[in-house]
T-cell receptor, first 112, second 114 residues
Framework: QQQVKQSPQSLIVQKGGISIINCAYE??????FPWYQQFPGKGPALLIAIRPDVSEKKEGRFTISFNKSAKQFSLHIMDSQPGDSATYFCAADTSGTYKYIFGTGTRLKVLA | NAGVTQTPKFRVLKTGQSMTLLCAQD?????MYWYRQDPGMGLRLIHY???????AKGEVPDGYNVSRLKKQNFLLGLESAAPSQTSVYFC?????????????FGPGTRLTVL
């Protein structure tokens, strides 16, 4: 029940295309869903996050869509660029636990 | 601000050897975390600390010990390294532990145990 399942494992997108990464969870107590971006040789960095009281959050080309009833959330990268090539992790947390549960990661490659 | 730094960047150990990984943060954060990252496994929490002098077990604590003697430092120790501990280790910190407080990650330590 603590898992966060992430798909796909890897993704190749043409420059200008839309990248979509999906995550699903079981624990209905999760109330915070961040996405982290990791470039090779670097630590993960927060990209965007959402709470379950909203269905969508947009920051520039990055959008989180949240479906509470389906217990799913996804990251959409519009107009994907080669500089977006990185590994993306979804995560979930419950207030007061201080412990993120991370998905297994998606390696995105955007072709020029 | 250096943010979160980790020492060393790379290390090769033989089975049974011990070592300590050092994490330092200069953001005056209360909370600090140690994760390991393995292919296909994502990031898994080893131990964490909610303040100076405190530590707690995470998801995969076996074979590791930690100490937080100073607020800015969080040490991860391997007493008797095993090949299963070959991984990339990341330290992170956050101002508080509330979910909405961003965790800031260090650059990682790549550890190989032969």
């Amino acid at each position: 029940q603590q898992q966060v399942k992430q798909s796909p494992q890897s993704l190749i997108v043409q420059k200008g295309g839309i990248s979509i990464i999906n995550c699903a969870y079981e624990n209905t107590a999760f109330d915070y869903f961040p996405w982290y971006q990791q470039f090779p040789g670097k630590g993960p960095a927060l990209l965007i996050a959402i709470r379950p009281d909203v269905s969508e959050k947009k920051e520039g080309r990055f959008t989180i869509s949240f479906n509470k009833s389906a217990k799913q959330f996804s990251l959409h990268i519009m107009d994907s660029q080669p500089g977006d090539s990185a590994t993306y992790f979804c995560a979930a947390d419950t207030s007061g636990t201080y412990k993120y549960i991370f998905g297994t990661g998606t390696r995105l490659k955007v072709l020029a | 601000n250096a943010g979160v730094t980790q020492t060393p960047k790379f290390r090769v150990l033989k089975t049974g050897q011990s070592m300590t990984l050092l994490c330092a943060q200069d953001m005056n954060h209360e909370y600090m975390y140690w994760y390991r990252q393995d292919p296909g496994m994502g990031l898994r929490l080893i131990h964490y600390s909610v303040g100076e002098g405190t530590t707690a077990k995470g998801e995969v604590p076996d074979g590791y010990n930690v100490s937080r003697l100073k607020k800015q430092n969080f040490l991860l120790g391997l007493e008797s390294a095993a090949p299963s501990q070959t991984s990339v280790y990341f330290c992170a910190s956050s101002w508080r532990g509330a979910p909405t407080d961003t965790q800031y990650f260090g650059p990682g330590t790549r550890l190989t145990v032969l």
